[in-house]
């Protein structure tokens, strides 16, 4: 039995060094001998460094057989991707969601014939009721919000859909040229990433969120600090219209990010600044700070050395409590940001360990309301506007987190989509198939310019214009106007509830009177600290003795 096993191991390997024995004393003789003897040849060659090699134990025992196997492992997200996938399968945005992204860009009719292939009595399945009379569709252009509270000389109206942060070296430059292009022609702005501002993203002069992380890229002293004349230089210029200062992302916060050494090529090493062909690193929390108080008096140095332009932050909720500290620190400090942008677990990466990336972090809407409830319970929400970013790709996504208390919302792989991207989940490898993601110039040629920033525009203009007759059907006429009691989710297979039933949400001033003394916000309140991110001391024990409550009334259901 063993010899047996033994020789259907090594059959074809036998098979192919015995063709290549007996075939080649009779070349001369058969020229048609020539392809097989090359073939076989190669292939013994192959099961002979099979058989000697020592890294992949598989080959060793399946000699050339055994290579199929890391064949088919490289080829298999395009295998489940276009063969196997179902349509509303979600890897992560399934191949309906990438379909409607992909029709927009290109301006096509992206109806549906015959009905919804959702099931719609399944739980989770989300809806916007409709108004028996429907308002007129109104131009989306005018679906904008005013950045910039009363401590901010130049607010900015932006759009209430725009790019997300995405930066020149994950993207490639014809990625960021077609971005800022579409951004320009559609009017709505173009987040830059933490990787600077390249002369990409000034080409076409589209408006620019310029994010600053923790590396300070563009705005970096020899050091890795901060340095305020590089970033006075470079946040005055007309073109950057927001600063955004990124504490944490939503796919790995905590985690920092790389960008691997192969993909800092010189021009990339200028821009942010750092040394070229060397990993570059972004640390996983700043220098110019350690307290909220300290946040807060680096915001107002921000906007100072900007000029008065709106000044704010990015971040995925994490600790409750260290969030309420800055809120503490604002009422304190008298110091506002402009805005806030709630990052969603679910948002991307470029790359990121599968733990970050899978157990790390809050998901959007629940971090979306507990920023909202907490500016509602201070009073100050009114003086505060808050952004969305996390897996936002049509416009019911953009209703969804308006009706929970978003301003605007942003999407990255959404436009990335737009300007080619087919998920091939290969971004850290400087080998995207489409030169979305890659520093390869041969690979980023195939990306022209020109006609992705039309899809770009297009993807923007469509998704919005469908957001006004979504908006006219439930009888509203401006994003402004979405409510939690628009907006409807099954939570059983009997059962429906607006949102403004399932979610929490907090009145004004709710927590300055803190009477709710045992509610989940109350206690959490009470551990923030304005002059540490710590919690305070008796803090933990009063949120752990009722974890359960707290849990539940944080899952807002």
């Given amino acids: 039995m063993m010899k047996l096993f033994l020789l259907n191991r090594y059959t074809f390997f036998g098979c192919c060094v015995f063709t290549t024995i007996v075939s080649l004393p009779l070349l001369d003789s058969y020229s048609w001998l020539w392809s097989i003897a090359a073939i076989s040849s190669l292939l013994s060659l192959l099961g002979i460094y099979d058989l000697i090699q020592k890294s992949h134990a598989v080959r060793r025992n399946y000699p050339i057989l055994g290579n199929i196997r890391y064949l088919m492992e490289r080829v298999r997200p395009e295998l489940r991707q276009y063969l196997l996938e179902g349509e509303e399968d979600e890897l ?3 191949r309906a969601q990438r379909s409607l992204v992909y029709a927009r860009a290109k301006n096509e009719n992206a109806s549906k014939p015959f009905g919804t292939l959702i099931d719609v009595y399944e739980p989770g399945f989300e809806f916007i009721n409709h108004s028996i009379r429907p308002k007129e569709v ?4 005018s679906f904008r919000v005013l950045i910039g509270g009363p401590q901010c000389s130049q607010p900015y109206s932006a759009s209430i859909f ?3 942060a995405m930066s020149f070296g994950s993207l490639s ?3 960021i040229r077609a971005l800022n292009k579409g951004a320009k022609l559609g009017d709505f702005a173009h987040d830059t990433g933490e990787g600077s501002i390249s002369h990409y993203h000034r080409e076409f002069g589209g408006d620019l969120i310029w994010e600053i992380g923790s590396g300070y890229f563009g705005c970096r002293a020899q050091d890795g600090s901060f340095d305020p004349d590089r970033f006075k230089a470079q946040a005055r210029n007309p073109q950057i219209k927001m600063i955004e200062l990124k504490l944490s992302q939503g796919a790995k916060p905590g985690h920092g990010g790389i960008l691997p050494g192969h993909k800092v090529t010189a021009e990339i090493a200028s821009t942010r600044g750092v040394p070229e062909g060397e990993d570059c690193i972004s640390p996983s929390s700043h220098s110019s700070f350690s307290t909220p108080l300290e946040l807060l008096a680096f915001i107002k140095q921000l906007r100072e050395l900007s000029g008065g332009k709106p000044v704010g932050f990015k971040l995925a909720l994490g600790h409750p409590w260290e969030f309420m500290g800055i809120a503490k620190a604002m009422l304190q400090s008298d110091i506002l940001p402009d805005f806030i942008v709630v990052d969603g677990k679910e948002g991307g990466t470029g790359a990121a360990p599968l733990e970050f990336t899978n157990h790390i972090g809050v998901p959007l809407r629940e971090g979306l309301l507990f920023i909202h409830n907490t500016l509602v319970g201070l009073n100050l929400r009114d ?3 808050i952004g969305a970013s996390g897996k936002i790709i049509s416009a019911f996504d953009i209703a969804s987190v308006l009706a929970i208390g978003a301003d605007w919302a942003n999407s990255a792989r959404g436009f990335m989509f737009a ?7 290969s971004c850290h490898t400087n080998k995207c198939p489409t030169g979305v993601a890659t520093q390869d110039k041969l690979r980023q040629r195939a990306l022209v310019v020109p006609e992705k920033a039309d899809r770009v525009h297009n993807f923007h203009n469509n998704t919005l214009s469908t957001l006004a007759e979504m908006l006219a059907a439930a009888g509203l006429e401006h994003p402004a106007q979405l409510e939690g009691k628009h907006l409807v989710r099954r939570t059983g297979g009997t059962e429906v509830q607006l949102f403004s039933q399932i979610h929490v949400y907090l009145k004004p001033g709710e927590l300055l009177r803190a009477h709710d003394e ?3 916000y109350a206690r959490a309140w009470r551990m923030a600290r304005a002059d540490s991110f710590d919690p305070t001391e008796n803090g933990p024990a009063g949120i752990d003795s009722e974890s359960e ?6 899952a807002l259901s």
């Avoid at 300007?419 to 989940?425: N, P, T």
């Avoid at 409550?549 to 944080?554: K, N, Q, W």
């Fill in 92 to 94: 992560p945005f399934s």
């Fill in 138 to 141: 109104r131009e989306h252009k």
């Fill in 162 to 164: 725009n790019i997300s």
């Fill in 173 to 175: 430059a014809n990625a």
């Fill in 383 to 385: 003086k505060i506007k």
């Fill in 419 to 425: 300007i080619g991207c087919i998920q091939s989940q």
């Fill in 518 to 520: 045992g509610g989940f």
């Fill in 549 to 554: 409550a707290g849990t539940a009334e944080l």
